[in-house]
């Protein structure tokens, strides 16, 4: 038995979904399973040449793996329901392949309803912060008890444990600055975003192999709290537009920032990455820019060389992948 983990190293949106995809062709996974968060993910994903956006169902479904929604999610059905249509509708084969454990629990009506005028923390308003805090206040509700999911639901403990063949990739959503403990608090999401929420889904710790990182040579954040410098605005507008750096759930435009390679100094060493993927180089290769933060200070390179020579350098611990916007891994 084993298990992979993939995960965000910043405020997400660092193309998880791509990194997931690539390793559900190659890596002859039986099961993919998202362990965190809910539809306030965007996964884009594409496969065949089609564009996908999936929020609940994880990458292996394009595979042909079983996918499974774990208990560390809030699920909101209306929303599964509609993306399970998207999906048969583009061509793709969920026949007996996408699966609910029966604990996840449920984001509710009301739950949506509470974030309808929420601005303090600029959340994408999907029902996240209110399901988290019912469940943990046990009030909530579990997929168990919505008769409309049965067909989807499973026992993990059953699906995982007594079969020697498992093979599970865990595919994370948000990332390490996002994480309810770990990310800049309360401009965060509510659920662990690291390989601990992984961990918390019936996969022991002693599956674990290669637990993949993956973030941009910049960084991106959408929510309240002022990212972005207001200084040189007009670099980090063009970086967003070369970018495309806008919501795959809500459409708004993503704050663009430097590479601060101290935070993911501790993204990486906080979750035991071995395996790290740097995406959207040919972005800043577009606009001729390679900047950093280091130890809190600003570094400016003259070439894509000594900019990603530097970060090999200084990540000498992980094995690094730097990736085109457009390539596989
Ligand atoms: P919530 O998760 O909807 O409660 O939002 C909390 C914060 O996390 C906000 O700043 C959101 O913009 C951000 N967030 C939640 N999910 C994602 C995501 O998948 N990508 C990027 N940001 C996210
Ligand atoms: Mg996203």
């Given at each position: ?18 990194v997931t995809h690539y390793l559900c062709k190659y ?16 996964h884009t994903i594409y496969h065949n040449g089609q ?279």
């Amino acid at each position: 038995m084993l298990a992979d983990i993939v995960i965000g190293i910043q405020h997400g949106d660092e193309a998880k979904g791509k990194v997931t995809h690539y390793l559900c062709k190659y890596k002859k996974y039986t099961h993919v399973l998202r362990f965190n968060g809910g539809c306030n993910a965007g996964h884009t994903i594409y496969h065949n040449g089609q564009k996908f956006v999936t929020h609940h169902i994880p990458a292996g479904v394009f595979y042909g793996v079983k996918s499974i929604i774990g208990p560390g999610c809030v699920v909101n059905p209306a929303q599964f329901f509609r993306e399970l249509e998207e999906l048969k509708a583009g061509g793709i084969d969920v026949e007996n392949k996408i699966f609910i454990a029966k604990n996840t629990h449920v984001i509710t009506n009301s739950h949506l309803e509470e974030e309808n005028n929420e601005t303090k923390i600029g959340t994408t308003k999907r029902g996240n912060g209110p399901a988290y805090r019912d469940k943990y206040a046990r009030v909530g509700i579990q997929a168990e008890a919505i008769p409309s999911l049965k067909p989807y639901l499973i026992d993990l403990y059953e699906e995982f444990h007594g079969d020697k063949t498992i093979k599970v990739l865990c595919e994370g959503a948000q990332g390490y600055s996002l994480d309810v403990d770990w990310g800049d608090y309360p401009y965060v999401t509510s659920s662990h975003c690291g390989v601990a929420g992984a961990l918390l889904n019936a996969i022991p710790h002693t599956w674990v192999r290669d637990v993949w990182g993956v973030g941009k040579v910049y960084e991106t954040y959408v929510g309240a709290k002022q990212f972005e410098p207001i200084e040189g605005s007009s670099f980090f507008a063009a970086l967003r537009d070369v970018g495309e750096e806008y919501g795959a759930t809500t459409g708004r435009p993503r704050q663009c920032n430097h590479l601060n390679l101290d935070t993911m100094r501790r993204a990486l060493r906080v979750n035991g990455v071995d395996k790290l993927v740097l995406n959207k180089v040919d972005v800043l290769r577009t606009l001729g820019s390679w900047k950093l933060v280091n130890n809190g200070e600003l570094i400016t390179f003259n070439t894509e060389k000594e900019f990603l020579g530097f970060i090999s350098k200084d990540l000498n611990d992980v094995e690094i992948f730097f990736s085109d916007s457009k390539h596989k891994i």
